[in-house]
């Protein structure tokens, strides 16, 4: 177990909706990654907080979006889905320091249909 | 811009056998390089990190890596697999602070008994 926890595990919904990703990390970590896995991309960096701002992006589409709350815990908005959006997201946390490595969560299912 | 290249998708070998698992990198600065595995169904777990120091890197569950900076590579290696060691490994890369990890494709290990 990481610490990393992320909510819900599984989620399968229609094209054109909208979804919220939950994570918390773990306690004491400042900064907040969402990474998407698809079978095509491979690992993918969507978006850092730290401490509550953005702190860097990376391929995220503008139909996604995020943030990080003043709890630390942080959620990811995916809307106008499509069926390309099927993927496994992932949260990932990592404590201060350069030789800190990032702690990852169990990471969560979408399915759009 | 950083990268990895693992340029097996996937490796076999027997159970007893010793595994090498490669990686190359290219980042600007020092690297910082790490391996997750990742077991079905599962987040990626850590299993070790090279940042500076001794270039022969020991983890967890009995693997170890080797930092070569003039072949830019950071082969992962463990002297007797087991079949329990059959999963998706990735290396990933990231310069100095805490900013997001590049990930290489993954290599699927398969360990045969």
């Known amino acids: 177990d990481s610490g990393v926890t992320q909510t819900p595990k599984h989620l399968i919904t229609a094209t054109g909706q909208r979804v919220t990703l939950r994570c918390s990390p773990r306690?004491?970590?400042?900064?907040v990654y969402w990474y998407q896995q698809s079978l095509d991309q491979g690992l993918q960096f969507l978006i850092q907080?730290?401490?509550?701002?953005?702190?860097a992006k990376g391929n995220i589409l503008e139909r996604f979006s995020a943030q990080q709350f003043p709890d630390l815990h942080s959620e990811l908005n995916l809307s106008s889905l499509e069926l390309g959006d099927s993927a496994l997201y992932f949260c990932?946390?990592?404590?201060?320091?350069?030789?800190?490595?990032?702690?990852f969560g169990p990471g969560t299912r979408l399915t759009v249909l | 811009a950083q990268s990895v290249a693992q340029p097996e998708d996937q490796v076999n070998v027997a159970e007893g056998n010793p595994l090498t698992v490669k990686c190359t990198y290219s980042?600007?600065?020092?690297?910082?390089l790490f391996w997750y595995v990742q077991y079905p169904n599962r987040g990626l777990q850590f299993l070790l990190k090279?940042?500076?120091?001794?270039?022969l890197v020991k983890g967890s569950y009995g693997f170890e890596a080797e930092f070569n900076k003039s072949q830019t590579s950071f082969h992962l290696k463990k002297p007797s697999a087991l079949v329990s060691d059959s999963a998706l490994y990735f290396c990933?890369?990231?310069?100095?602070?805490?900013?997001?990890?590049?990930f290489g494709k993954g290599t699927r290990l398969s360990v045969i008994a």
């Open positions: 090279y940042i500076t120091g001794d270039n």
């Open positions: 306690s004491g970590d400042l900064s």
């Open positions: 990933a890369v990231r310069d100095a602070g805490n900013t997001p990890l590049v």
């Open positions: 980042v600007s600065g020092n690297p910082y």
């Open positions: 907080y730290y401490n509550g701002e953005e702190r």
């Open positions: 990932a946390s990592s404590p201060q320091g350069r030789g800190g490595y990032q702690f």
